[in-house]
């Protein structure tokens, strides 16, 4: 690539071609997904009904959630501790809080979470787990996603316009900066995508979607339950930008694990689409 003025058209080509291939695909699977659920809501019903019967009990989901936040803010603030201290590396004190906020926080909620179920003795499971080979949780998640992304995409585009006309600041997701960052250590970019691939998608669909969305089935309406998961999963990103298009994305997920009554199918979908930002960061990186 040549440097200067050629960069940003490039730049601006490539992103246009991984966008309309999204699109095509979208278009197509949203399509496949319109004839496989055409009976939406003989499908919809029962599943709901299965999720009420897995988890936790809604006080409990919300002990994890506050424990959750609680063990976010003490890794954010021992982050910025180690930051502090005289010798060490930027890049080392980073990792170290991605670390404390990726893959320890994490464990600790898994751990109580499942301490706190075991201690219930309530006789349901944790997590809803219909049996699907892996090939059809892989289709589906892989059709699911694609079928997602053109709303995604839609809104996210009409965010940008709308808070760009607001005078908001126009910056990308932390992580989603730092893997630009042309300056970052590989091992510190290795860090963010296996925190992207394998951490993210495990951790927060077992916590929004395993816990929480059964929890609030089981007292309010299915609609104002995917509503407040999805609110909640938006909100705790921290990055007003992508909230809009993250609420949706989360809804969507919502929604594939209550059709497809396993836990497996909206981990897949969040692997595809961080997959899809790191691929989107790659392209606009090297042009």
């Known amino acids: 690539m040549a440097p200067g003025t050629d960069m940003p058209t490039e730049i601006t080509a490539n992103a246009a071609v ?5 699109l095509g695909l979208g278009c197509l699977a949203g399509l496949g997904f319109l004839l ?8 919809f019903h029962p599943g709901c009904t299965a999720l009420r019967a897995s988890g936790l009990s809604l006080p409990d989901a919300g ?6 936040i609680g063990a976010e803010l003490t890794a954010v603030f021992m982050g910025e501790m180690a930051a502090r201290i005289p010798g060490m590396a930027d890049d080392t004190a980073l990792q170290l809080s991605l670390t404390l906020q990726g893959l320890v926080v994490p464990l600790l909620t898994v751990i109580a979470a499942v301490v706190l179920y075991r201690s219930r003795d309530s006789g349901q499971p944790l997590l809803c787990m219909r049996k ?12 699911g996603y694609l079928a997602m992304m053109p709303g995604a995409m839609l809104i996210s585009t009409a965010a940008l316009l709308l808070f760009t006309r607001l005078g908001f600041d126009i910056n990308p997701q932390p992580l989603v900066e730092l893997l630009g960052d042309a300056e970052a250590s590989p091992g510190l970019r290795l860090q963010v995508v296996v925190m992207a691939l394998f951490c993210a998608p495990l951790f927060e669909e077992f916590m929004f979607r395993g816990l929480l969305l059964p ?20 909100v705790m990103h921290l990055h007003l930008l992508s909230m809009p298009a993250l609420c949706f994305i989360a809804a969507v997920f919502s929604l594939a694990y209550i059709l497809t009554r396993s836990i497996l199918v909206p981990v897949l979908m969040h692997v595809f689409f961080n997959a899809g930002t790191l691929a989107a960061v790659y392209l606009l990186e090297t042009g």
């Open 132 to 143: 699907l080979s892996p090939g059809n949780a892989l289709g589906t998640a892989l059709g």
């Open 18 to 22: 991984f966008a309309g291939l999204l």
């Open 36 to 43: 496989r659920f055409r009976d939406l809501k003989s499908r």
């Open 63 to 68: 002990a994890v959630l506050a424990l959750m």
């Open 215 to 234: 929890a609030l089935l089981r007292h309010y309406a299915p609609g104002t339950a995917i509503t407040a998961v999805s609110l909640l999963f938006a």
